[in-house]
């Protein structure tokens, strides 16, 4: 079982930064693909960012084109957190973030395709509110 709790959420205005954590409790932490994904009112949960495990101490990480060059994800493994670390930011991030863990897999993830769709994770967090303002 492993429970995931973000922090860091806001409200700014746009241009500005945030920085989100989540903090995962239970299990193998290191090697469990993290995404953090958005869902903006009347709209669908979309994937935003990824930090995927490859085997060793290889982690490679993806952005939705949206975000590209404006968000950052990063893991520390020592804490089993993963940071999102949002530039720029405009009106249209506004939205509920969310950490989720691909588990289900262990180690043999590795081997498997970095999870870009929310039906790819196995657990969620509660969810965090990032309203930019205009």
């Known amino acids: 079982q492993v429970q995931l709790v973000e922090s860091g959420g806001g409200l700014v205005q746009a241009g500005g930064s945030l920085r989100l954590s989540c903090a995962a409790s239970g299990g193998t932490f290191s090697s469990y693909a993290m995404g953090w994904f958005r869902q903006a009112p009347g709209k669908e949960r979309e994937f935003v960012a990824a930090?995927?495990?490859?085997?060793?101490?290889?982690?490679?990480?993806y952005y939705a084109d949206s975000v590209k060059g404006r968000f950052t994800i990063s893991r520390d493994n020592a804490k089993n957190t993963v940071d999102l670390q949002m530039n720029s930011l405009k009106p249209g991030d506004t939205a509920v973030y969310y950490c989720?863990?691909?588990?289900?897999?262990?180690?043999?993830?590795?081997?498997?395709?970095?999870?870009?769709?929310?039906?790819?994770?196995?657990?969620w967090g509660q969810g965090t509110q990032v309203t930019v303002s205009s």
């Open positions: 930090s995927h495990w490859s085997g060793g101490s290889t982690y490679y990480v």
């Open positions: 989720a863990a691909r588990t289900r897999y262990g180690r043999a993830g590795a081997t498997i395709a970095a999870p870009t769709r929310s039906s790819e994770y196995d657990y």
